[in-house]
C-alpha cells in the first residue's frame, strides 16, 4: 500500500504558476505509476498528467499541454505538477494517484477507475 498527500494549492491570478507536490509513503513508489486527476466543482474528475515509473515517459491531458510539467523524484518519494500559464478553468481540486500497471497503456492510467490509491486533494483557485 502506499499513503499520498497533496501540497502546494492555493490562490493565483490568470497566467501565473503554481506547484504541486505529491509525497508518498513506502519504500516501492519507484514501483507505481502516478497520475493527477483534478475535479472543478460540479464535474466529474479527469486526467491532468501521468508518469511512468522510471519518470522517462509522461502524458497529458490535450487541456494542458504545454503548460504542465510532471515529474518525480523516486529517492524524496515525491511527484510534482508543475502548472504554468495558469487559466481560470484550470480551477479545481487536484488528486494525485497511484497504481500498479503492467504496462504504459493510455487507455488504462487516463481512466480514475484504474487507481486505487489517493491523496485528499488540493484546491487550485484560478481567479481571472
Known amino acids: 500500500q502506499v499513503q499520498l498527500v497533496e501540497s502546494g494549492g492555493g490562490l493565483v491570478q490568470a497566467g501565473g504558476s503554481l506547484r504541486l507536490s505529491c509525497a508518498a509513503s513506502?519504500?516501492?513508489?519507484?514501483?507505481?505509476?502516478m497520475g493527477w486527476f483534478r475535479q472543478a466543482r460540479g464535474k466529474e474528475r479527469e486526467f491532468v498528467s501521468a508518469i511512468s515509473m522510471s519518470g522517462h515517459s509522461t502524458d497529458y491531458a490535450d487541456s494542458v499541454k504545454g503548460r504542465f510539467t510532471i515529474s518525480r523524484d523516486n529517492a524524496k518519494n515525491t511527484v510534482y505538477l508543475q502548472m504554468n500559464s495558469l487559466k481560470p478553468e484550470d480551477t479545481a481540486v487536484y488528486y494525485c494517484a497511484a497504481d500498479h500497471f503492467s504496462t504504459w497503456d493510455r487507455d488504462a492510467f487516463i481512466s480514475p477507475f484504474s487507481y486505487d490509491y489517493w491523496g485528499q486533494g488540493t484546491q487550485v483557485t484560478v481567479s481571472s
Open positions: 513506502g519504500r516501492t513508489f519507484s514501483t507505481y505509476i
